[in-house]
């Protein structure tokens, strides 16, 4: 079974920067996809970026320009935030493509208010 694990989480002023990981329980380069997604309240869970094996990156075009996601060689993906705005604020999730199964991890809350 695999599980997903994020950290990095918390409350940050508009315009300010968080970092937030994900730790897999299998080597990153084993999953087809693996990408980070965020539930505002009252609204659905929509993709923020994704990451291919291939290192094809996707953005949404809300986050585009300011954040970057990336892995490292182990076990661990990233998503590093700057220029946070309020309109950011949100549950994370992590979600991985193995196979043809997806995984998800319990999300962390991002909140952006000054």
């Known amino acids: 079974q695999v599980q997903l694990v994020e950290s990095g989480g918390g409350l940050v002023q508009p315009g300010g920067s968080l970092k937030l990981s994900c730790r897999a329980s299998?080597?990153?380069?084993?999953?087809?996809?693996m990408a980070w997604y965020r539930q505002a309240p009252g609204k659905e869970r929509d993709l923020v970026a994704s990451l291919t094996v291939g290192d094809t990156t996707n953005y949404a075009d809300s986050v585009k320009g300011r954040f970057t996601i990336s892995r490292d060689n182990v076990r661990t993906l990233y998503l590093q935030m700057n220029g946070l705005k309020p309109e950011d604020t949100a549950v994370y999730y992590c979600y991985a493509l193995f196979g043809v199964t997806t995984y998800w991890g319990k999300g962390i809350l991002v909140t952006v208010s000054s």
């Open positions: 299998e080597n990153v380069f084993n999953f087809n996809r």
